[in-house]
């Protein structure tokens, strides 16, 4: 079957010109895409695969590489987990409270979109780094925060706080507040409405905001790098570590790597896909 | 069972704005109760007070003699019906309706044979695994309606229920509501700014304009005996006349209104004459009433069908812009035309000072 086309019929007299502009920025934009996203990926999909299975699985049982996986790993999953608790309680206090004050907090959610996360790493090392404002009092409780794991859970939610909220507040506001005053009405329980009628009607936007979330917790550099001190074996992620493997010449651990986040971020970049169609899926249907 | 809702001197602040100013009124028990009014009269945020959605700032709400106004929305036990259904989108007919019975922890079957009387009453017995976005808005609302009256209700809340549907459906569905309530006969409360339909379904109409109450009483009250200007003008049309009063008439040109007995000689006042109280005659008749009332002369500026009757369009002689509205049956038309000079007659008119009827303009 046809569609009609905004485009003249190439057929008619002209048409042909206009079909040969057309076939052009088609092409540029498929150069463009293909060129710059695809090649990049294709490369270290290639270069990392070249040495062979058994460097793969060599590059997996380095101590230094699974310590570097389970970091990443933890922080995501603490950063996560923060991100979404907190961040839906923001968001539905966004759009259903009124209280002074509130545009400023709309604002200030952003703030991590704005800072480069080098910024952010440095104001944690103001903060908790030696002669740092909050250093005394973790100091003197035996708690170490910067050069460890708590700084760089810190800094990576900060990073992340933006995404969670910015994806379920434009789907709290398009539900409108009837349906949780019907659940009210109807005798629900606050915490009944929120498990049995928010929940459900924001669950896609919320996947959306936590599969952004992952993707940047697991990407996240700049702000790591800074409050990590680098320390082998002890403060070093995933990207942490392709940094310093690249540093050594070890190319081959540094693209094995690269290619596994590569991955989860597919897996990821599907999941986000999933989610969007569902929310606008909706939209259209209501 | 039913019990009547008490209102007493409700009253609402948005910040500096008064949404609801010093509201009293009693929804007879078993009954239907309009509250009627332009939208931003404050009808709907009283009705939010009474579910518990909206905190009063003053006034208390009692529902028999059991005191609502200090209980949370959940404990309140009232139907409550939103123009826009509400309906929980993620869930089917079935678990919509039963929501209400689920969360007081009522035993499964229990709910079935309660879920399926209200689908049964309700006529979408058929449609109980389909969700909301699968139904017409006529049947959404049917829905809304059998989900609030499920826990048993003792009182039914009802915001501008079939203000979202088009003008068949919406008739369909009062006629329907009407009967539904005659079965049940909860107390029920409803919002609406559409006077045919307050008119048409309740036993007592509460006109509110700008957060207050401007009168309560019957249909029949309501529409034949408006205390306000503002009820005079907003429910049923109204031709609307400002004069002076002169030997307890409203004076304007040569037409005389009667009616104005009660205000100062000489104030300026507004008559409401509806357009069915309007009466001509052919011209020559033009003399004095038994009770002294003159007719003035007016002529038919257009006459329009509307079926049995004819709607006329008459300019006053001599009353300077005053046109008047008439609705007259078709045949004491007496052959009058387009052009015509007729004597004109004003039948119950009700007056007002002016101070009184400015404060609606």
Redesign the interface.
């Known amino acids: 079957m046809r569609t009609p086309s905004l485009i003249p019929d190439a057929s008619l007299p002209g048409g042909g010109r206009r079909r040969l502009v057309r076939g052009g920025i088609v092409t540029a934009c498929i150069l463009y895409v293909g060129v710059l996203l695809l090649l990049p990926l294709v490369g270290i999909i290639y270069t990392a695969l070249e040495p062979g299975l058994a460097k793969i699985w060599e590059t997996f049982s380095l101590p230094d590489v699974r310590h570097a996986f389970y970091l990443t790993g933890v922080i995501t999953v603490v950063t996560i987990a923060v991100t979404t608790f907190f961040g839906v309680i923001t968001a539905w206090v966004l759009v259903r409270q009124r209280f002074p004050g509130k545009s400023l907090l709309n604002a200030v959610v952003d703030l991590p979109f704005a800072l480069s996360p080098v910024t952010v790493g440095l104001a944690a090392v103001i903060l908790f780094g030696a002669g740092g404002w909050l250093e005394p009092f973790f100091q003197a409780r035996g708690i170490q925060i910067i050069f460890a794991l708590p700084s760089m859970v810190l800094v990576t939610i900060f990073i992340c706080i933006p995404f969670t909220i910015r994806e379920v507040v434009p789907v709290l506001e398009e539900?409108?507040k009837?349906?949780e005053?019907?659940?009210?009405?109807?005798?629900?329980?606050i915490m009944?409405t929120w498990r049995?009628?928010t929940m459900?009607?924001i669950r896609w936007g919320l996947l959306y905001g936590i599969a952004l979330t992952t993707a940047r917790a697991i990407g996240e550099i700049g702000a790591v790098l800074i409050v990590s001190g680098l320390i082998k074996g002890q403060t070093e992620t995933a990207t942490l570590f392709i940094f310093t493997a690249i540093e050594e010449r070890l190319y081959a651990e540094a693209y094995i790597v690269a290619l596994t986040l590569a991955a989860v971020s597919i897996v990821l970049l599907i999941t986000i896909e999933t989610a969007r169609h569902r929310i606008e899926g909706?939209k259209v249907?209501? | 069972m039913s019990t009547p809702i008490v209102v007493e001197q409700l009253t609402k602040r948005f910040g500096s704005f008064e949404a609801v100013r010093d509201v009293s009124f009693t929804a007879p028990r078993g009954a239907i109760t309009a509250l009627l009014g332009p939208s931003g009269s404050g009808k709907s945020t009283v009705l939010r007070m009474i579910a518990g959605l909206e905190t009063p700032n003053e006034g208390r709400i009692w529902l028999g003699d059991v005191e609502l106004t200090p209980k949370s929305v959940q404990e309140r036990r009232v139907g409550f019906v939103f123009q826009h259904y509400a309906l929980f989108r993620h869930m089917t007919v079935r678990q919509n309706v039963e929501f209400g019975l689920a969360v007081r922890k009522q035993s499964k079957s229990d709910r079935m044979a309660r879920v399926d009387e209200l689908l049964e009453l309700v006529h979408l017995t058929h449609f109980a695994k389909r969700y909301p976005d699968q139904l017409s808005g006529g049947q959404r609302q049917r829905v809304a309606l059998a989900r609030a009256l499920a826990p048993r209700p003792e009182v039914l809340l009802l915001d501008e229920p079939f203000g979202a549907l088009d003008a068949k459906v919406r008739q369909d569905l009062r006629r329907w509501l009407d009967e539904l309530h005659r079965e049940l006969g909860v107390t029920s409360l409803l919002v609406t700014h559409d006077q045919e339909e307050a008119l048409e379904l309740a036993n007592q109409v509460v006109v509110m304009h700008e957060g207050a109450v401007e009168q309560v009483g019957s249909p029949g009250e309501i529409y034949d005996d408006p205390t306000t200007p503002f009820v005079a003008g907003f429910v049923g049309s109204a031709n609307v006349l400002h004069g002076v009063v002169e030997g307890g008439h409203v004076h304007l040109g040569a037409l005389r209104v009667p009616g104005a007995e009660h205000l100062t000689e000489g104030a300026a006042a507004t008559a409401y004459v509806r357009p069915h109280d309007v009466r001509i005659s052919p011209k020559g008749s033009n003399g004095h009433d038994p009770d002294g009332t003159a007719r003035a002369l007016g002529r038919v500026e257009r006459i329009s069908s509307l079926g049995w009757l004819a709607r006329l369009t008459i300019r006053l002689d001599g009353g300077g812009e005053h046109t008047l509205v008439a609705h007259v049956p078709q045949n004491e038309l007496d052959g009058a035309t387009e052009g015509d000079l007729v004597s004109v007659d004003l039948r119950n008119p009700k007056a007002f000072d002016h101070g009184e009827a400015r404060a609606e303009e």
């Open positions: 539900i409108g009837d349906e005053d019907a659940a009210r009405t109807l005798g629900a329980s009944q049995k009628v459900p009607n909706r249907r209501t």
